[in-house]
């Protein structure tokens, strides 16, 4: 950091004390009158000049750090009613004029002193808006203005002397001094009237003749509230929006276009809220749930019965945030908690930030963002709260029981409160504990982020405040001001000698000058630069205009023109004072191309600002990466420090409020209120005594309930007011006057609060303000460094506030045709004086949400919302403006870019480089339209949320496509990479990707990805992935028109979708559309569509004329083969023989299949050649892929391949490994061959054997398969093959199904065991780790920390019974206990889903064995299934259930522990520790014996022994506990504890493979609990022994790679560590077979487990 600014945080600092404020007064009580100046130094430099140096410093201005500071100086400077600033400026202005410089420097030493008392009043104004009416400094600004008006020759037109003019300018503004063109009654356009039927337009605010609409429409944009209000949403008027006709407008010149914009804007995002929220509100008045319609309804998500808790601090996030509970979807309930967090994980519902509005049957809406997909629990961290008080610093985490998917029937997130300045939130928490009698429904908006639309809204709100727009002129859309749209050169180019430098554009660096008012030789530019001619005049009007604007048709190069603008810029930003050039764009993808272009082309110090960068070049010089490098000052980290205690304790102060809301009506708050406003009814309330002075009874009441619940005999004729009421005493009420008097009690105490609430709430918003500002002090720094800043039009608008403060001078807008009017507007900052505005009209126009907004709807053609400045400025009938246009394409084959030349851009060359594009392999045309007339699929009428999805497909089309693609990748000169699928629905789109995902890996654009889920488009949640994951390595790209602008691809396959009687062509309908989707294809591009209800459009009819006369046009694409190109292939979409099945036709010769075998390189069975050929010739397109394409077993003939036509390269491979001959040796007759994905050509008896085809089928004498074998293999023994050249996959071989995907299931399961077992072991280490900390406690006082989020337990009794997640959620219940045993519910969390995700259910094979079986059934069949259950992996399963038991009982011990050992000061904080205890375990005991009986069953002793042990413990926790149930008989229970005992002492001796020294042990360590009287001090004595701790240990080490894996006989898997092969005989630890060896020599039936030992290789485990 500059030293100089350091002076200047510890100067301004300083200055903000008393010091300053005693110096300020000091120098404006002067007396200049009778000062005199000295010859060395005039008055003004020795008392005035250094404090304006300060205070209108540039650096000081914009510092976000020294803003309030700065803010305060001024404010004291103004003074009451602005009596300090009139004096303070008279004295300026007075010691000005007697100041004499010196000779040589009078003229520019006078205009910066000039200048500074400007600014400096300009700030005054800006932060002072009483300023602006003061008459008495009208005079300060007319003496100024003399000064300006008489500039010495030697400052005219220097950077100075514009400075000045541009603070004069702005302090006029301020002051009304020619700020907004006035409306005029008579102002007319000069264009000749159209004829015309006025209709009468409302006013807004309190100009409309009806009065305002709702409390939040006025006529100043600047008082509209963001978010609608409740007012607004129930209002029944329509909104007042203006039409693009500027002379209708209620405020004139660029005020009435910042309104026009913003309302317009506001309607489109925030409109579409307010529509949907009142369908919801008017359902739950109506007790049912109507449904949305219309064209622009919005599609939400619904959660039903909301319920919120208390609000809470992050820190963190510096936020105010409340927990919501809310039902379960219906659908979930009946899933397995795994299956809910599953779903919950993958849907794009309530996603962090999603906005969500809660809405209630009161007629209420509050909208918040989500902060968390669940509820928070507090942590203690280490150190103290920044807000002192010694007290601990807590801070929040997820809770692991309280989230989305942990409890079946509710669940639970956190949200975030937002805009608490301009939101009602008192009314919402005031019943957070009593929501009985009002239903309230949190309504999501699925795609609809804050973010988007709010930022700009508040910039375009600040910008109509200040009203600082450059080239307002030029901007108004107004006829009256034509002659003042007159575009001048860049005002930083008119000092004199200025002239723009080209060298860095010519070839060796040729000098050559652009200067102003000189000639330009554009010939010269064109001959040394790698420029043509109309990219030459280009640059030239983008350096020379201050507003240019450049056209540029697809692949023009507009990017490159823009590269070497900013090329000339970079090169004058020293000398020009440019400060960093401002980049934007619409999109993330552009913005990341244009600054890699930067970057290649060698410029440094580039920031990008925004996280949504997917360019690993740019990663690095993301302005929060970069940020972190830069230093803070002192004074930048002592403000952060206090900023953020002041925003803790700001925070828990309107917490406090809230809650002081919620609990309005009880007895502390009613009497608190009545103490003070009401003394009469405070003393009734306090004494409560009846009229004889006996106290009124009600035991175990406070009065409040008392009184509430008791009534009067007086009898009255009629009902009372509440001024009566307040005058009659309490206990002469009726019950119901009672009631009516407590309920106005109660509604003054939440107005009261409620005042203090908003106050809380401006002050908890002002601080977050000014501690988001001194945190981005770091990013200011950073950005004033940089030579070029990119940023996307929303990331501008949010950051506008920084980056206002660079006084950038260079705005260039890449895709400036796509970019809303609104988001242009914010991007003009207020310093920008050179903007290069680049896209194309032509193409497509910024996106909107609702349609009746659009110049594509006749009615919303009158706002045109989704014209761009760009487009308006060209084409508005009183535009003046000149614009450049670009003329060489680059791009397209001349065939594909006439398409675009005779329809939209006359003037559009061909370069040389597209005229020798090669031909299209494998197809006759690269131009082709395949016609039919295969209807769409009907409108997808409205979801179950209520919003209608508006989006089309077309199932016939997507089959041609299917062959289309595939034809075109298996000719192998085209990478699916270079060919993309062109479509302009999501919905299509959405069939296209599942249709190819089966053979290409689908890539689909982030922004179509988004608009799938937005619409709800996905199949599946996981179908909302960018990329589909295929068998192939292939990539191939399918994305819809819009979000494929700016992009390009070798060949086009498009897909129109519309095809219908009414002739409806639906988004293509325009030209822009059109436009766009017609220049994507460089070599070849192929239309399938309807061409009847295409050309029902004006351009599609030109098109289609075109493709007809070129002969690019029919039913039948005619596609050829490389090597026979005489040969006619066709891909046929004529269905007129009744089949919608799009077919292939080839020739009818003997060869035909064969030929169509080699192109697309499948196997055709003899079968399918006789049946095709009784067919005419004909092929289905979609066979290649499907059964048509491969060989089954149930008795087809062998497969024909006749290689006549095959390159020499396939036919000297070798394709028979068995003999080695080569395919042209092979007679297919006798050896048919087959053709993996891979390409190469294998035998089918070479393969067979490779795949080990008898091994799996019986085989008939002629060595076919015949049926499959009963018992294939044993488990986990089929190995995953491939092709024996390349180890590609077979999976397209129907042939090896059976034995393919078995291996695939085989490999699943080894996975899973190697999973598994790595999740255990950490498991087990963390509990053994917890009961250490238990059992480390037992020597320590119980202490149970407060808990303030969980109420106090209120029954009599704790009972303990049930199953045993219920036993857990009552121990979580109790308020403090989770302080002691927190992490021991959080590790149970955890164990209970590491079980619930290795039952035999969730298993590779169990999930096969559910499927076939479900089909069984369904077929209607007799169950004739059978299941090898061996291939089951139960050990996982068995000990995480034996984990999940020991952690219960570790558990339920402690809390017999605390419960027997709490102190007085636990039992006063938690009465619930005195009460009594009672368990009834039998759920427990009964898991314990059905572990064991698993156990048995499976062969796993340990874990029997275990299961007996535990069944022991729980049965002594019964029996010891303080209190138990009465039906427990003690004796028989303890016998029974005894028995298990003894069954686990016997299994022991009877099982070699354990160590029955540590078993033992173990046994013996629970007979001591039975005997040991006061069980309570002494459970803990069951903690593993180190010897356990052993075998625990030695397992993570066996799953950390040492040694190698075995197999014993019964299939179980095992290590041997040190060398890795056996020298000793052992026992498998699971069930007793001998493995082991001798002198490396295995024993019988163990075999090597290699599969295991690659997959373990590689797996490690984190020490917990």
């Not at 949010?798 to 260039?812: E, G, M, Q």
């Amino acid at each position: 950091m500059p030293d100089h600014l350091i002076g200047l945080h510890s100067l301004i600092s300083c200055k903000a004390q008393l010091s300053w404020i005693i110096t300020l007064s000091e120098l404006v009580d002067l007396d200049v009158q009778e000062l005199k100046p000295t010859p060395e130094k005039s008055i003004f430099d020795e008392m005035f000049w250094p404090f304006l140096q300060i205070i209108t410093n540039e650096r000081v201005l914009d510092s976000m750090v020294l803003e309030k500071v700065v803010g305060d100086i001024y404010a004291f400077l103004y003074g009451v009613q602005g009596r300090r600033a009139i004096k303070f400026f008279g004295s300026l202005l007075t010691t000005l004029a007697d100041h004499t410089p010196t000779p040589h420097t009078i003229e520019i030493d006078l205009l910066l002193r000039v200048n500074a008392i400007l600014v400096a009043l300009g700030s005054l104004l800006e932060g002072n808006q009483g300023a602006a009416i003061h008459e008495q400094l009208r005079p300060v600004i007319d003496t100024l203005q003399t000064y300006l008006d008489m500039p010495a020759a030697s400052v005219r037109g220097t950077l100075e002397e514009q400075n000045a003019a541009m603070a004069m300018s702005k302090v006029r503004r301020h002051l009304d001094y020619g700020g907004n063109l006035p409306i005029l009654p008579d102002r007319q356009s000069n264009l000749t009237p159209a004829a015309s039927f006025e209709l009468t337009r409302d006013s807004p605010g309190a100009l409309s003749k009806a009065g305002a609409r709702h409390d939040n429409d006025h006529a100043n944009i600047t008082d509209i509230k963001i978010l609608p209000t409740n007012d607004e949403i129930l209002s029944e008027r329509p909104e007042y929006l203006p039409t693009k006709d500027s002379v209708k407008w209620h405020v004139g010149g660029i005020q009435g276009l910042l309104d026009q914009q913003f309302r317009l804007l506001r309607e489109d995002t925030v409109g579409q809220l307010r529509d949907s929220v009142r369908t919801v509100l008017e359902g739950l008045r109506q007790r049912r749930f109507t449904r949305s319609g219309g064209a622009n309804a919005l599609r939400i998500f619904k959660y039903t019965n909301v319920t919120l808790a208390d609000v809470s601090y992050d820190a963190r996030r510096r936020c105010l945030q409340i927990t919501a509970t809310f039902d379960q979807p219906e659908f979930l309930r009946r899933k397995a908690r795994y299956d809910r967090q599953k779903w919950w994980n993958e849907c794009k519902q309530l996603q962090i930030d999603s906005l969500v509005c809660l809405v209630d049957s009161d007629g209420n809406s509050t909208f918040f963002t989500v902060a968390e997909r669940g509820g928070l629990v507090k942590r203690r961290e280490e150190g103290h709260s920044r807000s002192g008080g010694g007290r601990p610093r807590m801070s929040w985490q997820v809770s692991p029981t309280m989230n989305l998917w942990a409890n079946d029937t509710r669940a639970t997130a956190t949200l975030r409160l937002i805009d608490v300045n301009n939101q009602g939130f008192s009314t919402v928490f005031g019943r957070m504990t009593t929501t009985a009698h009002v239903r309230q429904v949190l309504v999501e908006f699925p795609g609809v982020l804050l973010a988007a639309f709010q930022h700009t809204l508040e910039a375009i709100q600040r910008m109509s405040k200040h009203g600082q727009v450059p080239f307002a002129p030029i901007l108004v859309p107004d006829a009256a001001l034509a002659g003042d749209k007159v575009v001048q050169w860049p005002r930083y180019t008119t000092p004199t000698g200025f002239f723009w430098d080209l060298s860095c554009l010519t070839a060796d660096h040729r000098p050559l000058h652009l200067a102003r008012n000189q000639a330009f030789n554009i010939e010269a530019l064109k001959s040394q630069s790698t420029l043509d001619e109309a990219q030459c005049k280009a640059l030239v009007a983008a350096l020379s205009r201050s507003l240019a604007l450049i056209q540029g048709p697809p692949g023009t190069g507009k990017s490159f023109v823009a590269v070497q603008a900013m090329k000339v810029l970079l090169a004058h930003k020293a000398q020009a004072r440019l400060g960093p050039i401002i980049c934007v764009c619409y999109t993330n993808h552009a913005l990341d191309q244009f600054l890699e272009h930067l970057i290649t082309d060698g410029t440094g110090n580039v920031i990008r600002i925004g996280s949504q960068s997917k360019s690993e070049i740019i990663e690095p010089l993301n302005l929060r990466y970069v940020a972190q490098k830069m230093a803070r000052t002192k004074t930048e980290k002592q403000q952060e420090f206090n900023l953020r205690n002041e925003l803790e304790a700001s925070g828990e102060f309107v917490i406090e409020l809230f809650r002081d809301i919620s609990n309005a009506g009880s007895l502390r708050a009613v009497t608190n209120y009545l103490q003070h406003h009401h003394e009469l009814h405070y003393e009734d309330l306090t004494t409560l005594e009846d009229s004889h002075g006996f106290k009124v009874a009600g035991k175990g009441k406070d009065n409040l309930s008392k009184w509430l619940s008791g009534h009067s005999e007086l009898q009255l004729s009629e009902a009372r007011t509440i001024n009566e009421l307040s005058r009659t005493p309490l206990l002469e009420m009726q019950n119901n006057e009672r009631h009516k008097l407590y309920r106005f009690w109660v509604a003054r105490i939440r107005d009261g609060l409620g005042e203090r609430l908003r106050t809380a709430l401006r002050r908890f918003s002002n601080l977050e303000n000014q501690l988001n500002g001194c945190i981005q002090e770091v990013d200011l720094r950073c950005l004033q460094q940089a030579n070029v800043i990119g940023v996307t039009t929303s990331g501008l608008a949010r950051n506008v506030n920084l980056l206002a403060r660079l006084h950038s001078k260079v705005l260039v807008c890449e895709e400036a045709g796509e970019i809303l009017e609104a988001h242009t507007l914010t991007a003009i900052l207020p310093s920008i004086e050179h903007a290069i505005l680049i896209g194309d009209h032509e193409q497509l126009r910024p996106q909107i949400q609702n349609f009746d907004l659009s110049l594509e709807n006749r009615s919303g053609e009158q706002y045109s919302l989704d014209v761009s400045t760009f487009e308006r400025l060209i084409r508005h009938p009183t535009s003046e403006i000149p614009y450049e246009t670009l003329e060489t394409q680059r791009r397209m084959d001349p065939s594909i870019s006439d398409l675009i030349r005779k329809t939209l851009y006359p003037g559009l060359r061909d370069h040389d480089t597209v005229l020798d594009y090669p031909t299209i392999p494998g197809v006759r045309k690269r131009l082709f339209w395949l016609d039919h007339r295969e209807h769409e699929v009907g409108k997808a009428g409205g979801n179950a949320d209520g919003a209608v999805q508006m989006s089309q497909s077309n199932d016939y089309e997507v089959g041609l496509i299917a062959a289309m693609v595939s034809h075109l990748v298996r000719q192998g000169f085209y990478g699916s990479e270079d060919i993309v699928v062109l479509t302009p629905y999501v919905r299509q789109l959405q069939k296209i990707r599942t249709s190819l995902a089966s053979s290409f890996e689908i890539v689909v654009d982030d922004r179509d990805a988004e608009e799938i889920n937005r619409r709800g488009l996905a199949e599946t949640p996981s179908d909302s992935a960018g990329t589909h994951k295929a068998m192939l390595t292939q990539t191939l790209r399918v994305a819809t028109v819009d979000n494929f602008q700016g992009e390009e691809a070798k060949v086009i396959i498009v897909s129109l979708v519309r095809s219908n009687e009414e002739r409806r062509c639906g988004f293509l309908k325009t030209s822009n559309r059109i436009n766009v989707l017609l220049s994507r294809a460089k070599h070849g591009m192929y239309i399938i569509g309807n061409s009847d209800t295409a050309s029902s459009v004006a351009m599609w009819a030109q098109v289609i004329e075109m493709f007809k006369r070129g002969g690019n046009f029919g039913p039948k694409l005619p596609l050829c083969c490389s090597q026979h190109p005489d040969t006619v292939i066709e891909l046929n979409a004529d269905t007129r023989s009744g089949s919608n099945v799009a077919r292939m036709v080839w020739p009818k010769t003997s060869n035909a299949w064969s030929l169509a075998a080699l192109i697309y390189h499948v196997v055709i069975s003899a079968k399918d050649l006789a049946i095709s050929a009784e067919r005419g010739g004909q092929m289905a397109a979609a066979s290649p892929s499907t059964k048509a394409a491969s060989l089954p077993v149930d008795g087809d003939s062998p497969p024909v391949l006749i290689p006549k036509c095959g390159p020499k390269s396939v036919k000297e491979a070798v394709v028979d490994y068995i003999e080695g001959r080569t395919y042209a040796e092979i007679d297919l007759d006798h050896d048919p061959c087959l053709f993996p994905d891979c390409g190469h050509v294998i035998t089918m008896q070479s393969l067979d054997g490779q795949m080990g085809l008898s091994a799996h089928y019986e085989m008939s004498k002629d060595g076919l398969p015949t049926e499959p074998k009963s018992q294939v293999s044993a488990p986990l023994s089929v190995e995953a093959k491939g092709c024996p050249l390349c180890r590609g996959s077979l999976r397209n071989l129907n042939r090896y199904n059976r034995i393919v995907k078995r291996a695939l299931l085989d490999e699943s399961t080894k996975r899973f065991i190697t999973w598994s077992n790595a999740q255990f072991v950490p498991l087990t280490v963390q509990l053994q780790k917890a009961e250490k900390d238990l059992e480390g406690l037992k020597e320590k006082q119980v202490v149970l920390t407060k808990d303030d989020k969980k109420p106090e337990f209120q029954h009599s009794e704790i009972v303990i019974a049930g199953v045993r997640d219920l036993q857990i959620s009552i121990l979580h219940a109790l308020p403090g206990f989770a302080s002691r045993v927190g992490r021991l519910i959080v590790l149970r969390h955890q164990i209970a889903q590491f079980h619930q995700r290795v039952m035999v259910t969730e298993q590779p094979f169990g999930k096969v064995s559910q499927m076939t079986a479900t089909v069984v059934r369904s077929t209607g069949h007799a169950p004739n299934f059978k299941f090898d259950k061996t291939v089951l992996q139960t050990r996982s399963e068995l000990l995480a259930s034996s984990l999940l038991l020991r952690c219960d009982y570790d558990l339920l011990a402690d809390l017999i522990y605390t419960c027997s050992n709490c102190n007085i000061f636990t039992a006063q904080l938690h009465p619930w520790v005195r009460k009594p205890l009672k368990f009834d375990l039998s759920k427990n005991r009964e898991d314990c014996v059905k572990l064991a009986g698993s156990a048995a069953l499976k062969q796993q002793p340990m874990i029997f022994v275990e299961a007996h042990t535990l069944f022991a413990k729980f049965a002594a926790l019964e029996c010891s506990a303080p209190a138990y149930p009465e039906n427990v008989n003690v004796t028989k229970l303890m016998d029974q504890a005894k028995d298990h005992l003894e069954l686990a002492r016997s299994h022991i001796f009877a099982s070699p493979s354990l160590n029955s020294k540590i078993m033992l042990a173990e046994v013996e360590a629970v007979e001591e609990i039975l005997k040991d009287s006061s069980f309570y001090k002494s459970f803990y004595t069951s903690v593993e022994s180190d010897e356990k701790q052993a075998i625990y240990n030695a397992m993570a080490q066996e799953f950390q790679g040492t040694g190698h894996w075995y197999y014993c006989e019964n299939a179980h898997p095992f290590t041997i560590g040190e060398c890795g092969m056996p020298m000793q005989a052992s026992r498998c630890p699971q069930c007793g077979a001998r493995v082991g060896g001798q002198n490396h020599d295995l024993v019988e039936g163990v075999t090597r487990a290699a599969d295991l030992e690659e997959a373990f290789g590689n797996v490690r485990l984190i020490d917990v």
